[in-house]
């Protein structure tokens, strides 16, 4: 079944999980998603940044609306990081049920007026809003970027943002980062910040960059009320570290040789983060 993220993200809250957002780039990720969460039962969030719409192009998300709408596992079609009105209204016109707009970078009271017109218009037409708050890390690791300098996002500020935008969901900044971090970058999230964001909400938060954090933080993350996590780097790594792995030691070109062990390395990664989350086996509640 394909659902709005409020719609997904309600029993989330109710009984104290995570969902899981991964990043699909083509339909080999689509698959691993799609796959690992039916095979246990589990709710799951694709999500699609711009770059990658463009690359699949509009056309790619009937095939995803179809695979979806006809599992009876909870799905939500995602944008991630829509940049623009134009890039949402895309987004919808495809048929996500969901989008987020990445207002984080602009003065505050611009990123207040985007999203607020972001959310009149996808609220009309049943599609949930993400907005984000502060901003996210760059390890030099990801095309999804970031900043050098993380600023930290602010609860009061967070209390006025939802209550003058009206979105759904909130991506706060608490230290993490886009991509694998590298050898020596330690993060290290404030889980005072979060904390405090969590007791002003009432919506579920929304943790970017979840790839390469410690464990016990993620977990902590989602007893303080993070509903959605995003993963990108950690899935996308384990596939091509395989597909490398294959073609240093074969010649095969048919992608039905080549592909099937690179998607279950991806549901590998998928499966770790389902039960990290506390997600594993939740569609029995939708």
Not at 27 to 53: G, K, M
Not at 96 to 106: C, E, Q, R, Y
Request: hydrophobic share 40%; charged share 20%.
């Amino acid at each position: 079944m394909l659902v709005s993220m409020k719609e997904l993200l309600k029993p989330a809250r109710q009984h104290g999980f995570a969902i899981g957002a991964f990043n699909v780039a083509d339909s080999c990720f689509v698959r691993a998603v799609v796959e690992e969460a039916e095979a246990t039962n589990t709710p799951a969030i694709i999500a699609i940044h711009p770059s990658e719409h463009d690359f699949l192009g509009d056309s790619f998300f009937a095939y995803v609306r179809e695979i979806t709408l006809r599992s009876p596992v909870p799905f939500t079609l995602h944008l991630d990081h829509g940049a623009s009105v134009e890039q949402v209204l895309r987004a919808i016109q495809c048929g996500f049920t969901s989008v987020m707009i990445d207002g984080s970078l602009l003065p505050y009271e611009e990123n207040v007026a985007l999203t607020h017109e972001v959310v009149k218009l996808a609220h009309a037409v049943g599609v949930s809003v993400e907005g984000e708050l502060g901003t996210i890390g760059q390890t030099g690791t990801s095309v999804e970027g970031g900043v050098s300098e993380v600023t930290y996002t602010d609860s009061v500020q967070a209390e006025d943002f939802v209550a003058r935008t009206g979105v759904d969901t909130l991506a706060v900044a608490i230290g993490t980062a886009h991509g694998i971090y590298p050898e020596g970058m330690q993060p290290k999230l404030q889980m005072h910040i979060l904390r405090d964001i969590a007791d002003r909400l009432s919506i579920p938060l929304v943790l970017h960059g979840g790839s390469a954090n410690p464990d016990a933080e993620i977990a902590e993350s989602v007893t303080l009320g993070v509903g959605k996590i995003n993963i990108s780097s950690d899935m996308k790594y384990a596939y091509f570290q395989k597909v490398r792995e294959i073609l240093g030691k074969e010649t095969w070109w048919d992608p039905n040789v080549i592909y099937p062990e690179p998607i279950n390395a991806a549901r590998e990664v998928i499966r770790y983060k389902m039960k990290l989350f506390g997600s594993t086996g939740r569609g029995a509640l939708y």
